[in-house]
């Protein structure tokens, strides 16, 4: 909860006035998410918004939380990238990332006009797009060339236009679809049943193609910084809703090759009379050759 800031001191604050009075250190919280920088780096672009809240306002104009950090309430992952955008001015992102559009629409709200620039689809002659992720931004100079070079690229831009981009880049590979359920038989079984209730669905496999496969409905919370090609079994869905997992994965070339499951059964008292209370846990392997 962000709270006013108050007259005692707290994180990230050296005084009472203006931008120059803040400490060289500055811990913020964006949206759960802690980040701690240098307070040159929130300036580093004049007339942004992390610009005017941290020279023309005293900290005390700035919301915090309970811990007394400053508070923003936006995206936490995404400000990762904001941030090193800031510390040199560079757009880098990994060579898979789902979150261009996304990431557009934060450097719009920290009022960063070449970062949003940068991220915002190019068109070119031939009216098709090219969402570009490279791995840094060159000068617009340095697309400038030689006619011959442009009208090779042009007609690249061509050919990709005609066929599916995701078909030429859709990686093969296997996803774990797994989630904890419970469930409640009575005494009439066919009239008692409580179907199950699923906690939480969990996603395992190579970054990239949970990402691919998921986009912004992936909870990546607990795993935040795990690199495109690396694994991991710490993701989960926002949503609970199996169907809705298993229509994802189908959709983008995924089919299901095997699954297994455990359960246990107790009583919720020693009453054998009494509801009886199942609870299992189930993975669904999926595969895209």
């Not at 050919?159 to 989630?179: H, Q, W």
């Not at 169907?243 to 359960?263: I, N, Y």
Request: hydrophobic letters at 30%.
């Amino acid at each position: 909860m962000a709270l006013a800031d108050t007259e005692r001191g707290a994180p990230g604050c050296g005084g009472d006035s203006s931008g120059a009075l803040f400490s060289e250190i500055i811990e913020l919280n964006v949206g759960g998410q802690v980040y701690v920088t240098r307070h040159k780096t929130l300036v580093a672009v004049p007339d942004s918004l992390l610009w005017t809240m941290f020279s023309k306002k005293s900290p005390k104009e700035l919301a915090r939380d309970s811990k007394g950090r400053f508070f923003l309430d936006r995206d936490g992952f995404l400000f990762r990238y904001i941030l090193d955008y800031l510390r040199d001015l560079n757009l880098v992102l990994p060579d898979y990332f789902p979150e261009r559009s996304r990431l557009q629409r934060e450097a719009d709200f920290f009022q960063l006009r070449d970062l949003a620039k940068r991220l915002s689809p190019r068109v070119s002659k031939d009216n098709s797009i090219s969402e570009e992720i490279s791995q840094s931004d060159t000068e617009d100079g340095a697309q400038q060339g030689s006619s011959g070079a442009m009208e090779t690229l042009r007609t690249m831009s061509v050919s990709g236009a005609m066929r599916s981009p995701s078909l030429d880049s859709r990686k093969s590979g296997y996803i774990t679809i797994g989630y904890r359920g419970s469930y409640t038989i009575g005494r009439d079984i066919q009239t008692d049943a409580k179907f199950r209730r699923v906690a939480r669905i969990t996603v395992c496999g190579k970054t990239s193609l949970a990402k691919e496969v998921f986009g912004d409905t992936l909870n990546e919370s607990r795993d935040p910084d795990r690199p495109p090609e690396r694994y991991t079994s710490r993701y989960y869905l926002k949503y609970n809703f199996l169907e809705q997992a298993f229509d994802k994965l189908t959709e983008v070339g995924f089919h299901m090759v095997a699954c297994s499951s455990t359960g246990t059964c107790a009583y919720t008292s020693n009453d054998p009379n009494e509801d009886k209370i199942w609870t299992s846990y189930t993975e669904y392997v999926f595969c895209r050759e």
